[in-house]
C-alpha cells in the first residue's frame, strides 16, 4: 500500500484546524419529579426562572463557547414519574443517548437525593466503561433557597460526589442563573477529559507513526 503524502497533510490539518475546536455532546438532566430539572435546563438555556414548567419531554439543542471552543449542546430534560426512574427501557435509551449527566436533587426531598445516589450506580453500569474511563457526571442539589426546608446537608451531597467520582453543585434555579451556569459549564469540562482520555492512546503516537509512514522512517517507538 501507497501512503499519499497530500492525504496525510490534509487528515493532520483536520486534526488540528478550526474544526478541532468544535465539539458537540449530548447531556440528559435527570431526577425524580419536581426537584427543579426543567427549571434548571430553562434557567441555562434563557437566564430567567419562569416557576411552572408543565411535564414536557424536550430535547433542546444550544451552543456555548467555553476556553475559546464552541459547543454544541443537545440537552434532554427529562420528566418521568419516581418508580419509572432507573429501570424504563426508555431511561436506557436516555443513558445510552448521552455523554453526560445532570442528576438533580433537591435539597428538600430525601427521598429525590436517596434516587440520585441510585441513578450514579446505575448510569455507572449501564456504560460499562473500563480502566481510567469516568462517566461524566454532575450531582446538582436545587431549591439552595429553601434553607428552612433543607433536610439533606451540602455535606451529605459533597460526599455522595467524592465517593462515586463525580462533581457536585448546590444551586438554586430559582434566585441564581450563575451557579446553574458553572454546574453545566463544570460537565462540560468533564466531558472533555473523558473524550481525552479515550483519544490519548492513538493521539500524537499514532500521528506520528502516520507522517513515518508516508516519508519513510522506521523508528517511532523510542517516543
Ligand atoms: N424555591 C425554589 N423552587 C424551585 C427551584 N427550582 C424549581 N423550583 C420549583 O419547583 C417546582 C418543580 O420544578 P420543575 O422544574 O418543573 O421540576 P421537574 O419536575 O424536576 O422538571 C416548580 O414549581 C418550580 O417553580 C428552586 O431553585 N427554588
Ligand atoms: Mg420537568
Not at 433536610?151 to 451557579?179: K, M, P
Request: glycine fraction near 6%.
Amino acid at each position: 500500500m501507497v501512503a499519499n503524502p497530500a492525504n496525510a497533510a490534509e487528515h493532520l490539518v483536520a486534526m488540528t484546524g478550526p474544526s478541532a475546536l468544535k465539539m458537540e455532546a449530548n447531556i440528559v438532566i435527570l431526577g425524580t419529579d419536581n426537584v427543579g430539572k426543567s427549571a434548571l435546563t430553562v434557567r441555562f438555556l434563557t437566564r430567567r426562572f419562569i416557576g411552572e414548567y408543565g411535564d414536557i419531554e424536550s430535547i433542546y439543542t444550544h451552543n456555548v463557547l467555553v476556553d475559546g471552543r464552541e459547543i454544541t449542546l443537545s440537552i434532554w430534560d427529562s420528566s418521568c414519574s419516581e418508580d419509572q426512574c432507573c429501570e424504563s427501557s426508555l431511561q436506557e435509551r436516555r443513558v445510552q443517548w448521552a455523554d453526560g449527566f445532570v442528576l438533580v436533587y433537591s435539597i428538600c426531598d430525601r427521598s429525590s437525593f436517596n434516587t440520585v445516589a441510585k441513578m450514579v450506580q446505575h448510569i455507572k453500569a449501564a456504560k460499562g466503561l473500563q480502566g481510567a474511563e469516568k462517566v461524566p457526571i454532575v450531582i446538582v442539589g436545587n431549591k439552595r433557597d429553601l434553607q428552612h426546608r433543607r433536610t439533606v446537608t451540602s455535606e451529605e451531597g459533597r460526599l455522595l460526589a467524592l465517593t462515586t467520582d463525580c462533581q457536585f453543585y448546590e444551586v438554586s434555579a430559582a434566585e441564581n442563573y450563575h451557579g446553574v451556569l458553572v454546574a453545566f459549564h463544570g460537565l462540560v469540562d468533564r466531558i472533555r477529559v473523558s473524550r481525552l482520555a479515550v483519544r490519548k492512546p492513538a493521539g500524537i503516537k499514532s500521528i506520528v507513526k502516520s507522517m513515518s509512514a508516508v516519508f519513510g522512517r522506521k523508528r517511532t517507538d523510542s517516543l
